[in-house]
Nanobody, 114 residues
Framework: QVRPVESGGGSVQAGGSLRLSCVVP????????MSWYRQAPGKQREWVAS???????LYADSMKGRSTISRDNAKNTVSLQMNSLKVDDTAVYYC????????WGQGTQVTVSS
């Protein structure tokens, strides 16, 4: 069972920034399209952003212009830089392949206060 390890969350004020990281112990990482997801209290998990093996990026409308997803294939790591954070961004953030092939990790908590 391959389980990602997310880190980098924290508590910030609205307008602040955080950089999340996820290490994926998977031999096919370099060819996987990797994604970030989030789950806010009382809500379903939702897709946030994806990065393909070639580095193409896709974002949910809620994150466009405020975040950047990137990957380091040498380190099996996918990152999410989030700027101009809003209270509505408060959630537990997870990474997985775009096809959800991995067991979910513990995620990393992001809390944004006004």
């Amino acid at each position: 069972q391959v389980r990602p390890v997310e880190s980098g969350g924290g508590s910030v004020q609205a307008g602040g920034s955080l950089r999340l990281s996820c290490v994926v112990p998977r031999s096919t990482f370099s060819i996987d399209t990797m994604s970030w997801y989030r789950q806010a209290p009382g809500k379903q998990r939702e897709w946030v952003a994806s990065v393909t093996s070639l580095g193409s990026e896709l974002y949910a409308d809620s994150m466009k212009g405020r975040s950047t997803i990137s990957r380091d294939n040498a380190k099996n790591t996918v990152s999410l830089q989030m700027n101009s954070l809003k209270v509505d961004d408060t959630a537990v953030y997870y990474c997985n392949t775009v096809d959800l092939n991995l067991d979910w990790g513990q995620g990393t908590q992001v809390t944004v206060s006004s």
